[in-house]
């Protein structure tokens, strides 16, 4: 489980395919890392695997590959990392599982001073079920609140915080990024529609 609370961003060094999977690299400043660990890249959850340097090494499955963006990934992309959760930590973020639900596009790009507004489309009739105004939304692993919802697109506003220490400070018009919907909307969309399922079946 994660926040969205991006810990640090790392730089890509290789992304390799082999098979129907890659082999993804990434140079880090994270410390103390124990191989098996979680670690979301982008907004997906990857295992860290063994290493004879300080680098992140992560085998990306042809699921994840097909689901993501992270196949796109280029030698000296920027990325954003983000441990999994302690029991101790501070939750300053949402509910992130780091499972990857849809792919959406940056359709604008909106400066307000230091501010920008981000407008993303690309979201089908069903992603709709998990959009809500002043909800929470993970794009590229970055907890963020949707501030409004229009013609399966949605509006949100990045603070220059977010802007100078995650990836999304240098979006472009036409982008594809990770999106995970809220975990809490999720579930109560699923428990609504097989409640309703139940009812049609058993009328009063």
């Given amino acids: ?23 993804l690299t990434i140079s880090s400043g994270l410390k103390q890392l124990e191989v098996g660990e979680s670690i979301a890249v982008n907004g997906v959850c990857l ?10 090494n992560f085998d990306v499955s042809p699921e ?7 196949g796109n990934l280029k030698i000296g992309d920027e990325v954003n990392l983000e441990r999994a959760m302690l029991a101790s930590t ?10 990857v639900d849809a792919v959406a596009h940056i359709h604008a790009l909106k400066h307000m001073d230091e501010f920008v507004e981000v407008e993303l489309s690309g979201f089908d009739a069903n ?11 993970t794009v590229e692993g970055v907890s963020l609140t949707i501030n409004s919802v229009a013609n399966q697109s949605i509006k949100l506003m990045l603070i220059p915080h977010t802007l ?3 990836t999304l400070g240098v979006l472009k018009q036409g982008k594809r990024v990770n999106i995970e919907f809220d975990y809490l909307a999720r579930i109560v969309a699923h428990q609504l529609q097989i409640a309703g399922k139940l009812n049609n079946h058993n009328p009063l």
């Fill in 1 to 23: 489980m994660f926040t969205g609370i991006i810990e640090e961003k790392g730089t890509v060094i290789s992304n390799t395919k082999y098979g129907e999977a890659n082999r």
């Fill in 127 to 137: 992603a709709m079920l998990y959009l809500v105004p002043k909800g929470s939304i």
């Fill in 47 to 56: 295992t860290f695997l063994p290493s004879a340097d300080s680098n992140l």
């Fill in 90 to 99: 501070r939750f300053g973020g949402h509910y992130v599982s780091g499972h």
């Fill in 164 to 166: 100078l220490n995650t």
């Fill in 64 to 70: 994840t590959l097909n689901k993501t963006t992270l």
